[in-house]
């Protein structure tokens, strides 16, 4: 899965930098969606864990955060997420996440 965030001032710190925050995030949308690739049409798709290790700084006019599986289970998907300024440059971002599967009902919160 591919993802691509343009850099806006609501996604950067304060030396210009893309936030970390906004990093993660699409960090961990890629590595959702990847996951949800795999899993029934009718599932939900949760984080469960993560870690994210910033390289360097992330600056640019977009960054792009690629997700890949590296193992699927019954209910829990590993994937391998990847944030960089440009596709075939160093990754400024490298993070694995754990998407947990619930192939039953709809577990969302009421609202």
């Not at 640019?60 to 944030?83: F, Y």
């Amino acid at each position: 899965m591919h993802i691509v965030l343009p850099a806006r001032p609501e996604v950067t710190q304060q030396h210009g930098y893309f936030h970390a925050g906004a990093t993660s995030a699409i960090a961990d949308s890629a590595g959702g969606y990847a996951a949800f690739t795999l899993f029934p049409e009718d599932a939900d798709v949760l984080t469960v864990e993560y870690k994210i290790n910033l390289l360097s700084p992330a600056v640019g006019d977009h960054i792009e955060a690629v997700g890949t599986v590296l193992k699927s289970a019954r209910t829990l998907t590993v994937c391998r997420l990847e944030v960089c300024r440009r596709p075939g440059r160093p990754a400024e971002t490298r993070r694995q996440r754990a998407a947990d599967a619930d192939p039953g009902e709809p577990n969302r919160p009421e609202r």
